[in-house]
């Protein structure tokens, strides 16, 4: 019996999503580096990083306050938690959606927390790839 | 170090493309799409030279997960594309052909091309839907067995279809119905101490956590397969549960367990069907086979015969809304006397459906009845083909 027809297609869905919020939140660190430039990001690109954030984090955030570890986002709650309590990370993404939708740079700590959630996308990712092609 | 390997890697898998395109004319819109994947891959490569050139130690984090859909798209082509589309030759043209006929069936009215690989169990891989590679061992170029596995296979292509196109509501019935059904066994759990009430609920969360999106997508796939191959399907996967020879209640990997899956079977055909000589002999004897086994207390509460039946009523109305296309097979199974040696005429669900009646009723006639069947399969196959 075998995997492939569920994880083939799942993996697709998983990189789709890495690539969304990676590309958004690299527009936002290089903002704020001041290297959009060279990134070949423009003032379009970084509120369209804003807008996918903000809509991302509000289904995160609900998720890690309904406190169940819901399907679709099972794993990076998990892979999360792993690291922080859930209420830290309520406070950290409720944080940066603030920033979010409004005008501000986000903080040092809100890209962190970001850049925290894209390195836990990868790992899911990355492990859902080792199990189609990794070496065994 | 890695960027220079996916630079390397590029260029040959370009190259191989290339040649395929010249090859396999008729495999035009997979290699298309493949030529595409390549070509946001170099895009992909730019923005990592892009990261390495600025240098800065906070957008490394950001090269990483680009740098891994570049492995991914290189060994989707390259290890998974590639090798299949190097590899097609009349058995897999055969097997192509009953595979579009199959779709058509199931009622997968967007699929543009298939590419068909003989060299392993059956299975699918369904990243672009659309364009899947169906895999089945060599044996299925020359024979009928086990050929309703294919249908199950088309089945994941169709709900990954749903999930990326269809906004996913064949997932969202079948994840209603888990959620539905252990809110009702917590509902009518009556007078309990706080104590017990809490651990009955912490059971019935960890029942309902079993059903991983995974473990559902093959729910919905053996409903598919039976609601359009009928008994033909039930005799497969019963055969197919038979031959796992562990205990039929225990869960595998992202599977579920057998029994689950033998009853998702049964209980999605016709009554009409559910009263056939063939079903009442396979079920007389899983009956059997189950009573070999014992099933845990986890099981019981997981994989109860309500929630499974309440997963196949889920499936067949993600179906009529997903599938509006889908052919349900409902004709009453031939009697073995019916069934000749000339099979010139019949669809592949008929032949497919004949099939078990012999393998079950008289299964000395079946080998040499086969190869006429499989003869007019060829017929039916490039019928498929020339649409």
Redesign the interface.
């Known amino acids: 019996m075998s995997v492939l027809g569920y994880v083939s297609g799942q993996i697709e869905r998983e990189q789709q999503q890495l690539a969304v919020i990676n590309r958004a939140v690299l527009a936002l660190r290089a903002e704020a580096l001041g290297v959009g430039d060279a990134l070949q990001l423009d003032r379009v690109a970084v509120k369209e990083s804003r807008g996918r954030l903000q809509t991302f984090l509000a289904q995160l955030t609900a998720t890690l306050a309904g406190g169940t570890a819901d399907v679709p986002m099972g794993t990076l709650i998990e892979i999360l938690t792993s690291r922080r309590s859930r209420e830290d990370w309520i406070e950290d993404l409720r944080g940066a959606q603030h920033a979010l939708a409004s005008v501000e740079q986000l903080t040092p700590q809100h890209l962190g927390a970001l850049t925290e959630i894209v390195q836990a996308l990868d790992r899911e990712f990355a492990g859902t790839l080792h199990r189609l092609y990794g070496r065994q | 170090m890695k960027a220079a390997e996916m630079r390397a890697a590029l260029e040959w898998l370009d190259a191989e493309v290339a040649a395929l395109r010249a090859a396999t004319p008729a495999h035009a819109a997979v290699i298309e799409r493949l030529a595409t994947e390549l070509h946001q891959a170099r895009v992909h490569l730019l923005?990592i030279d892009?990261?390495i050139?600025?240098g800065?130690p906070?957008?490394v984090?950001?090269a990483?997960?680009?740098l891994?859909?570049l492995?991914?798209i290189t060994?989707r082509v390259g290890?998974t594309y590639l090798p299949a589309l190097q590899h097609q030759g009349p058995r897999e043209r055969f097997v192509r052909g009953l595979v579009r006929c199959a779709a058509r069936a199931v009622g997968l009215t967007w699929l543009t091309d298939v590419v068909v690989r003989l060299d392993g169990?059956?299975?699918?891989?369904?990243?672009?839907?659309e364009l899947p590679i169906l895999?089945a061992p060599p044996r299925q170029a020359s024979s009928l067995i086990d050929l309703p596995g294919l249908y199950h296979?088309l089945?994941?292509a169709a709900?990954?279809f749903d999930?990326?196109t269809g906004g996913g509501g064949v997932g969202v019935l079948l994840?209603g119905t888990v959620t539905q059904h252990f809110a009702e066994l917590a509902r009518r759990a009556g007078p309990l101490t706080p104590e017990r009430r809490a651990a009955r609920e912490s059971r019935l969360a960890e029942a309902a956590?079993f059903w991983?999106?995974?473990r559902l997508?093959?729910i919905f796939?053996d409903v598919l397969a039976t609601v359009v191959c009928g008994p033909a399907h039930y005799l497969s996967f019963v055969d197919?549960a038979f031959r796992?020879g562990r205990n039929p209640f225990g869960a595998?990997?992202?599977?579920p367990p057998l029994a689950a899956r033998v009853r998702a079977c049964e209980r999605t055909l016709t009554l009409p069907h559910q009263r056939e000589p063939v079903v009442e002999q396979l079920r007389a004897a899983w009956a059997t086979h189950e009573r070999e086994h014992t099933a845990s207390h986890e099981y019981e509460v997981a994989c109860s015969a309500s929630l499974i039946d309440a997963l196949v009523h889920a499936s067949l109305e993600g179906i009529s809304a997903a599938l509006p296309g889908c052919q349900p097979f409902t004709q009453p199974l031939s009697h073995p006397d019916q069934i000749g040696i000339r099979e010139a005429s019949g669809t592949l669900e008929e032949l497919l459906n004949r099939a078990a009646v012999l393998l079950v009723l008289v299964p000395g006639r079946y080998a040499e009845w086969e190869r006429d069947a499989v003869a007019r399969c060829g017929r039916i196959a490039e019928e498929a083909l020339g649409d």
Not at chain 2, 252 to 255: D, I, L, R
């Open positions: 923005n892009n990261i050139r600025i800065h906070a957008l984090p950001h990483f997960p680009i891994h859909t492995v991914l060994s290890v169990p059956h299975a699918a891989y369904v990243a672009y839907p895999y296979e089945g994941h709900l990954e999930r990326t994840r956590t991983s999106e995974a997508a093959e796939c197919l796992d595998h990997a992202s599977h």
